[in-house]
T-cell receptor
């Protein structure tokens, strides 16, 4: 099971891009990278996932390095409502392994 | 299209009582997952069920905890003889299938054991 490493916390100015890094150096070839976020004590919210190509949706972009050992989640224009804990997850079979994530604070 | 519904949102139990947590998956989803989140920690996998079958219970404590997902009705996570250490947020998620798809999580049940 691949482990992920994320910074404990980050700040971002409102309106600027938030770039959240994640290391997953032991990822296997068929394992996807998922990003979820948890706002306050709510249930985790799906953001985006990818295998090896960069992905973009209405919420964010996911950039995965060519060797797949790291990725970056990009929130293009952070708002105050994006303040949350962001989890980078490498899926293993039937379950997600959530670490402690990155606590992102968007500053006015 | 309602999301994953969990109830109750908050549950208070005295030590030694039983706690029953319910989860109704999204319409069309036949895979249910339970996770537990202790204060200031990430979510920890407990169990994965399909209709009437437990597929993976590697994260379930060996005693007092059980889960089911009957043919009709919601999935139930049952904790017998609760102790203070069981106080946590319990989240349920569902998916339409396995593979590369993500889960949809419910809002959780916050269990407090007094």
């Amino acid at each position: 099971d691949a482990k992920t490493t994320q910074p404990t916390s980050m700040d971002c100015a409102e309106g600027r891009a938030a770039n959240l890094p994640c290391n997953h150096s032991t990822i296997s070839g068929n394992e996807y990278v998922y990003w979820y976020r948890q706002i306050h004590s709510q249930g985790p919210q799906y953001i985006i996932h990818g295998l090896k190509n960069n992905e973009t949706n209405e919420m964010a972009s996911l950039i995965i390095t060519e060797d797949r050992k790291s990725s970056t989640l990009i929130l293009p224009h952070a708002t105050l409502r994006d303040t949350a804990v962001y989890y980078c997850i490498v899926r293993a079979l039937n379950q997600f392994y959530f670490g402690t994530g990155t606590s992102l604070t968007v500053i006015p | 299209n309602a999301g994953v519904m969990q109830n109750p949102r908050h549950l208070v139990r005295r030590r030694g009582q039983e706690a029953r947590l319910r989860c109704s998956p999204m319409k069309g989803h036949s895979h249910v997952y339970w996770y537990r989140q202790l204060p200031e920690e990430g979510l920890k996998f407990m169990v994965y069920l399909q209709k009437e079958n437990i597929i993976d219970e590697s994260g379930m404590p060996k005693e007092r905890f059980s889960a089911e997902f009957p043919k009709e009705g919601p999935s139930i996570l049952r904790i017998q003889q609760v102790v203070r250490g069981d106080s946590a947020a319990y989240f349920c998620a569902s998916s339409v299938t396995t593979g590369a798809y993500g889960y949809t999580f419910g809002s959780g049940t916050r269990l407090t054991v007094v």
